[in-house]
């Protein structure tokens, strides 16, 4: 088949193994997000093993709601307006927008990953809020950090496709980010109708919850966790204490972020084997251009090949 064959065989069968049975080794990083070895080790949560540990279930996202961007508050409900939108006009809308080729690697997560929102995004109660821009986010950003193509042009479809606003993702992701990251204490991190912008943003989450009008969804875990990590709170006590205030069930707060280690673990894992696979590729190829060189040579000597006398 050629060097193009095995590298393409090769590259499936490294992301086949890396995304589906490989065995979590160590945690991944990306731009933003440090997933310390350290932090996940510090202290234990109940069964979990620390803030990041716990049952590494498959990363299923729930079918909890919808909801088209707009400006204004930051916890706004949009799910029941939409009324109902197939799986497959979202998919199909997402191939519109982004027709290019993507890798094997990074095409099956992706896919999994926009069938799961939708199912988030376009149920009856689902608000959008900063936490989940911000957990959403630091998924995306941490899947494709090696992607080689048009990133920011697949995010754009990719939140397109849902029918909302990829700048506010970015603007709202990057304001609670700036705030967690200023914060001095875990107090500054908790809700408050009377502080800062976010801390009253954080506050509507919780009456949100409290309601019973908002749905939890488990982008939300990952942005509590995101901001205990900026915060520099990493103990298992301010999860406790930040998801409680938050109103968001501890329990499915803490087997989600384990289930977010285990996907990055793979994915990490995934994309040292491919890294093997390519450069074993490259070697192989770089011999038989050796080897072409050295025939081309050879044949083209004017003194032809050596005889023996």
């Not at 193509?149 to 995010?155: E, M, Y």
């Not at 107090?187 to 109708?193: F, K, V, Y």
């Not at 800062?196 to 990952?222: C, E, H, R």
């Not at 707060?253 to 996907?263: I, W």
Request: hydrophobic fraction near 35%.
């Amino acid at each position: 088949r050629g060097a193009g064959g095995d590298a393409r065989q090769g590259t499936r069968t490294a992301a086949k193994r890396g995304l589906a049975g490989a065995r979590p080794t160590r945690m991944g990083t990306y731009p933003g997000s440090a997933f310390r070895a350290g932090a996940i080790r510090n202290g234990t949560h109940n069964a979990g093993g620390g803030i990041l540990g716990g049952n590494q279930s498959r990363f299923g996202l729930g079918a909890q709601g919808r909801n088209k961007q707009k400006d204004g508050p930051s916890v706004v409900a949009f799910g029941a307006a939409k009324g109902v939108v197939p799986v497959s006009d979202t998919k199909k809308r997402f191939l519109e927008l982004y027709p290019q080729p993507i890798p094997s690697l990074y095409n099956t997560v992706i896919q999994e990953l926009l069938v799961q929102q939708h199912l988030i995004e376009f149920g009856s109660r689902f608000e959008y809020d900063k936490v989940y821009a911000l957990g959403f986010m630091s998924v995306f950003d941490g899947i494709m950090e090696d992607y080689k193509g048009d990133k920011q042009r697949l995010f754009n479809a990719y939140i397109g496709s849902l029918q909302s606003n990829p700048d506010q993702f970015r603007k709202d992701a990057r304001s609670i980010q700036e705030w967690a990251t200023g914060a001095s204490s875990l107090d500054n991190l908790m809700p408050d109708s009377s502080g800062t912008q976010v801390q009253k943003d954080l506050a509507g989450i919780s009456k949100a919850f409290g309601s019973g009008k908002k749905a939890y969804n488990k982008f939300i875990a990952i942005g509590i966790f995101r901001i205990l990590e900026l915060g520099s709170s990493m103990d298992p006590a301010s999860l406790e204490k930040l998801s409680t205030a938050l109103g968001a069930p501890l329990d499915k707060v803490t087997s989600d972020l384990a289930t977010y280690k285990a996907l990055l673990s793979k994915l990490t894992k995934a994309r040292e084997l491919m890294a093997d696979v390519l450069e074993e590729q490259r070697k192989r190829q770089r011999q038989r251009d050796a080897e072409m060189a050295d025939k081309d040579k050879a044949e083209s000597s004017p003194e032809g090949p050596m005889q023996l006398a």
